[in-house]
């Protein structure tokens, strides 16, 4: 089938594109800023997804089987320094995104975030369970996959993701690429020891995408994840030994939400999702800890210091 994928050159678009192309999908990518190479990418644009107009012309173009919208400002700090923009991306670009799929009667997938939820409850979160976002980013991923169901009902699919890891494009998103970053700069990983997540791998989510862009009968919410919740620390030191690395070149601080108050309300401090719905349904398996790491690979900013001895 044919697809427009928006975020293309992001973590989640970039394996979108690799997977799709696998099941042997023509993938049509946009791209914003990103300059490098993108496999699985067959046909590449460049455009300003704000730029509703253009937006709408692209899509029309293309008329694709499938619109899937992996193009987000996905760092809750970012969104935060500027909200009317990250607005424009997070919601009014899927929002118009699922009227075209409705006017094209093509599939449409978004992806929303486990910020949602609050986090305040240590059990798992059914994506039918009552919502309360408590930071900007949050609101506005939960404002995008209202307006999705709600322009496109009988062909929208909203999958809620948890932290992610991999590999990205710039090599700067993923959580072990963050990690490479303050070890290269000399500074410590500053993780808490007292935040639970449950983390998959953008490759493993782009998987559920293509399955659920040929599976066009599952419509509505959907929450999926990794298989294991565990503590932002320990998922830290996983990544470390993973790598090899001693604490000394590799050092992470452990640090509590009690020491950092503020920051702590707009932060959650359990985001265990109930994936079982949507797990009973595809083939794609939720990934074990030991499978997401076997994925990472040291990002290409970092190999020199790494293999340095
Ligand atoms: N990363 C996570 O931990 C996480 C967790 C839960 C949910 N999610 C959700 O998963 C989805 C994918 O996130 P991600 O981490 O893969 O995102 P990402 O790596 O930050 O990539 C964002 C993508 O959006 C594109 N983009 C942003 N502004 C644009 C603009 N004005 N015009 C054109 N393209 C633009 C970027 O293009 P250029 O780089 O080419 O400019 C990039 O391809 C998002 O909906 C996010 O909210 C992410």
């Not at 800890?289 to 020199?304: I, K, T």
């Amino acid at each position: 089938m044919k697809i427009f994928l928006t975020g293309a050159s992001g973590l989640v678009g970039a394996a979108f594109a690799r997977a799709a192309e696998r099941r042997g999908h023509h993938v049509v990518g946009i791209v914003g800023r990103f300059a490098g190479e993108l496999p699985g990418v067959a046909e590449r644009r460049s455009l300003d997804l704000a730029d509703e107009a253009a937006l709408t012309a692209a899509v029309l173009d293309v008329f694709p089987d499938a619109i899937v919208n992996c193009a987000a400002i996905s760092e809750p700090a970012v969104v935060d320094s500027d909200p009317a923009h990250s607005h424009a991306l997070n919601v009014v670009l899927p929002t118009t995104l699922a009227r075209l799929a409705h006017h094209l009667s093509a599939r449409c997938l978004h992806i929303s975030s486990e910020q949602a939820f609050d986090g305040a409850r240590p059990t798992p979160y059914a994506a039918g369970d009552a919502t309360s976002p408590i930071n900007l980013y949050g609101r506005q991923k939960l404002a995008s996959e209202q307006a999705v169901q709600a322009a496109a009902p009988a062909l929208a699919a909203t999958v809620r993701a948890p932290l992610l890891m991999g590999n990205s494009p710039g090599g700067k998103r993923s959580t072990h690429e963050r990690l490479f970053a303050d070890w290269m700069a000399g500074k410590p990983a500053q993780l808490y020891a007292d935040e639970f997540r449950q983390p998959c791998t953008g490759e493993n989510l782009a998987e559920v995408l293509v399955e659920l862009c040929e599976r066009r009968e599952l419509c509505g919410v959907f929450h999926w994840a990794g298989a294991e919740l565990l503590s932002r620390h320990a998922l830290g030191v996983a990544i470390r030994g993973h790598f090899k690395l001693p604490p000394e070149r590799a050092p992470i601080v452990a640090v509590t939400r009690a020491e950092r108050p503020e920051a702590a309300k707009n932060r959650q401090a359990c985001l265990a999702l109930d994936i079982s719905a949507l797990a009973g349904k595809l083939k794609t398996r939720p990934q074990t800890l030991p499978e997401q790491l076997a994925e990472l690979q040291v990002p290409p900013s970092a190999r020199a210091w790494y293999f340095a001895s």
